[in-house]
T-cell receptor, first 114, second 113 residues
Framework: ETGVTQSPTHLIKTRGQQVTLRCSSQ?????VSWYQQALGQGPQFIFQ???????GRGNFPPRFSGLQFPNYSSELNVNALELDDSALYLC?????????????FGPGTRLTVL | AQSVTQLDSQVPVFEEAPVELRCNYS??????LFWYVQYPNQGLQLLLK??????LVKGINGFEAEFNKSQTSFHLRKPSVHISDTAEYFC???????????FGKGTKLSVKP
């Protein structure tokens, strides 16, 4: 059974650029959640996708957007990058949305914005 | 609104000593509580969870936690730590119907020989 994978591992961008991060969910999981972990902080919920639809969103501006594909993999897009967007971005998949369903985390993508 | 407070940002301890990492939560409704571990340059791994039932929860790697509703706490304990337990530990609570996790700021456990 393949776990959650994310690409790329590291990424360096400059202010104002756009970035796309990718996540492949664990086999059999149809729900993907994205989290931002700034240095020295706990992860913060960005949004969740369930069966290709956004299923909840945290306190992040609209320049953070996402997609989920029919195979349940997902993308996180960030437009107009700011210095504060520098963080570890974690993807987690779960077998179902809502209530309690254990989330399995990928290794993350570390984004540095210069 | 639900929130999680981890009372210690760093906990240094010697190998084979016991350790307790403290976590308090605030919630007006039933909660699901979790502890995750993050090793350097890695993602999060679930250590243990409390959903219902017995208030003493046992997890992986010899860790356990006790759910205390009256004190709104969910402290993580291990009777004897190893060097390999050096990592950052996060307490988390599930929020609402979406099932997204709300994390504390983390506690860095440093085990010294």
């Amino acid at each position: 059974e393949t776990g959650v994978t994310q690409s790329p591992t590291h990424l360096i961008k400059t202010r104002g650029q756009q970035v796309t991060l990718r996540c492949s969910s664990q086999s059999g999981h149809n729900t993907v959640s994205w989290y931002q972990q700034a240095l020295g902080q706990g992860p913060q919920f960005i949004f969740q996708y369930y069966r290709e639809e956004e299923n909840g969103r945290g306190n992040f501006p609209p320049r953070f957007s996402g997609l989920q594909f029919p195979n349940y993999s997902s993308e996180l897009n960030v437009n107009a990058l700011e210095l504060d967007d520098s963080a570890l971005y974690l993807c987690a998949s779960s077998p179902l949305a809502g209530g309690y369903n254990e989330q399995f985390f990928g290794p993350g993508t570390r984004l540095t914005v210069l | 609104a639900q929130s999680v407070t981890q009372l210690d940002s760093q906990v240094p301890v010697f190998e084979e000593a016991p350790v307790e990492l403290r976590c308090n939560y605030s919630s007006s409704v039933s909660v699901y509580l979790f502890w995750y571990v993050q090793y350097p340059n890695q993602g999060l791994q679930l250590l243990l969870k409390y959903l219902s039932g017995s208030t003493l929860v046992k997890g992986i790697n010899g860790f356990e936690a006790e759910f205390n509703k009256s004190q709104t706490s969910f402290h993580l304990r291990k009777p004897s730590v190893h060097i390999s337990d050096t990592a950052e530990y996060f307490c988390a609570v599930i929020r609402g119907s979406q099932g997204n996790l709300i994390f504390g700021k983390g506690t860095k456990l440093s085990v010294k020989p």
